[in-house]
């Protein structure tokens, strides 16, 4: 089964570009034209919606201080309502009778939850997102396995009418998490139905070395289906004429056979997780970091699990902070971790328990300064890879500067989510692959959208997307689809594409 | 105040006793055999009338109801503890008198002795010949096992509304481990599951050891001994004496279970098996008594027992000696050392907490032995903050203290006892297996006081003292030492 699907891969790979014409109908796509309402003008609430904007979205921003809409209307070309978001009048003037999303950023959790169940009182069609700070009110409600059955299975509400809440120090240990992942080799996309993305660094030497993909299968004697190829940091959509190089990385499609072959095909065993990863800071943000990378040492779940017993090493995770009763927090919540109390600036502290050599180092305290400081004071120190949390963007260059490999803000990682789930109604799963060159993103095909209905070759747009996989709608295992393949309304697809591609979402979602 | 809530345990508890008599009594009867009817009945009748008249004093005082009683504050600390010891001494007492009129125990000291380790289910006996006694006597002796097993206190809050919330810290003045909780949102209600288990198991072990072949009576004694994990036997050689296998498997089996906290059986039926499945002290029990059984098994194969009769033998005595019940199914005073000592070990750790077994009691060796672990660490990481977990919860750190300190008063109460023991002439080993077995309510000690000799022959002022330590080891140690250190006062404040 997996080579016919190979094959057909190989061949749509190599074949589209030539077959495939772009449609007309594909062609003049309007861009980005959905209508959000903001509520809240913050720091989020401005850079989404400068964000939303740039892309061509319609934004109506709503706030209460009369001040902060002042800002707001300088800084972002969009209409500013200076109202109470939590009021089912001021949101109707703003427009909710033809919105597509409500986004509820203030500064209050209770305000974000009771504003969304305003809106979905009113209108429950409109997609809502909602901030919340508080992490009791996000693990059950958002967590989609932490949730009843009747809810995962579609039979109740939401909670508050939320389609999806966000919380800031999840995000941020998620892009935390993502920005490891690049070093930390062997990362596997998980999907539905066994099936995932396995990210492979092709050897020096190794049977895929100077293998163009078109031949790949006659001359491994396996079948491959290759997702992105990424070399020297340029990331690209492979064909059938890409020819693999080694230090390529490349991400592939697996299934619960294949994988091992797979890994075995690379040539060499991935770069290997890091032995000895320190988290600076025991708050939320640290604490998630440590809780996924203890996770991912082999005791995840499904794929990650089936890994784990072929690249398991024993893997140290230590949690540094200088509050006591922080550390005892974090001593509670993390039993595989060692918790540390101590501060990151002492240096005999750090010798003594070999933080100074650890592979990768974590600075995620609330404070950005400290952050900033102490990841390159360990870099100098001699840690191989550090990664700081900042409050936002505006600190990356500071962050290059003091040789900080990684800098990951806190505030954009937000927007970022925020617009992730904004960019389709029917988008279930985005996950960025390649350092954000590409995402996986798994949405359905919806009725009335370009693609319903018709065959794959006339959707296609060269180098802005590939459909790995799809699936009838109601479910069912996946599969590898061709040029022919034809997509029913409501039929799941996963594709390869460049981040927040709006051509590519447009083929899939209503015009 | 403390007064009246005295005067009402008292009560409750003579009451409870007295009614308690009504089964060997009713046994005496239709054997026909009127000395022990009467020493029963004489009690019976005085305890009844006695509950029945200070009740009555009471009721006027108060001239309360229920109701009004159980919305009463509950009692001080101090007065609660203080009436649950002084309940246990009165109990024991009470449960002494038809042993010394009916003229089975010679003296006093040995009655009071023989009840003594009855309700504190240790099981230790004075008596040389348990054979030649009336039916209806061996029916109270392991009736007292029963009783005192899962708590004369806990029977008394499941029966009588009266105590209300109060209930909860007599209760918990007498229940064993660490940490005290209430399976139900009512006091009352957990004391009625606790008992409603406590008989199901009973009589499910003696139709058990009915089928076994052993007659009614039997059955029903070795039952109430073995969930209480008493010990006391109707036979000279305990077990042994009914050469069957089958009923050693059946009293192996219902000694582990009676070794189990009895919340593990709620869980169980109230379908909330993922507690069950995190629980750190059962898991600890169950590797600790297969490891022990091996090398005991390993010990006697060694010695020349056949495999299969070593592990039947090594499986009984481990189980035995864990759940503190005594019970014998050979004489393992003349094992090899190995296996003696590792019975000797096992005198120490107990069953687990919540469970009608006495000793120290896993969880707390569970948590020492992973605050050792932590040390350990400590000594690694100078820097590091580390919990110890159990049932995959992290404990606070003032229990770890509390329980350092459990296991030292534990054990100077030990070998303070076991310093009795030798000052009375006892020898060395004698004297402190005796002063665990004794504080650890086991029963059987090594040497010359094994499973097959008695206790009849110690001098009455050493049968005084291991009185005292079983009832501080059956009700883990404060209870006592808070009776001895407040008693003088109460008596002061009643008379003033």
Redesign the interface.
Known sequence: MADARAVAKADFAGGFRKRSRISPQCLDLKLHDMKTIVVGAGFTGIQLSRSLVASGAEVVLVENDSARAAVAREQVDCAVVEADGNNPATLESAGLADADALVALTDDDEVNLITCALADAVRPSVKKLARVRNYAYYERTARPELASAARRAGHSRPVFGVDRMLNPDVEAAAAICRAMEYGLVGNVIDLDGGHGIAELAVAPGGRLDGVALRNAAERTGRRMLVAFVSRAGEAMLPDGSTTLQAGDRIGVVVDAGNRDEMFALAGAAPEGLPRRAAVFGAGLVGRFVAKRLLADGGQGEGLRALFGSTRRRRREIVVVDAD?AR??E???AL?GA?????DVTEEA?LH??GLDACDIAVTATSDTERNLVAAAYLKGLGVARTVALTASASFDEIARKLGIDVAVPLRDSVVDAIAGHLRGRSVHSVHSVCNRSFEIVECDVEPGSPAADRPLSELSLPGDFLALLTRAPGGGPFAVPDGSTILAPGARVVLVMRPGSPRAMRVFSKP | MSAILFARVFVCVCALASVSLALPLAVAAYDGDWRAAAAFAAPFAVGLAAAAAIGVRISRKRSGNHDRAAAAPPPVPGDAIAAVGVAWIAVCLFGAIPLRVCGALPSIADAVFESVSGFTTTGATVLADVESLPRAVNLWRCETHWLGGMGVIALVVALVPMFGIGGFRLMNAESTGPEKGKLTARIADTAKVLWTLYVALTAAQTALLRLCGMGWTDALCHAFSTLGTGGFSTRNASIAAFASPAAEWVCTAFMFAAALNFAVYYRLLARRGEGVRAATEPKALALLYCCATALVAAALAHGGETAGRSVRLAAFQVASILSTTGFASADFATWAPVAQATLFALMLVGGCSGSTAGGVKVVRWTILARQAGVEVQRML???????V?ID?V?VHEGLVVRVGAFVFAYLALSCVTALAGAAAGLPPLEAVTAAFSMVGNVGPALGSLGPTANFGALPAALKLWYCFAMLAGRLEIYTMLILLLRLPRCIVRANA
């Not at chain 1, 060692?338 to 101590?342: E, F, I, S």
């Open positions: 006591p550390c005892r974090a001593a509670n039993p060692r918790v540390l109390c101590g502290f003594d328990e | 990481h100078p820097r590091g903050v580390y919990s977990r995959g992290p």
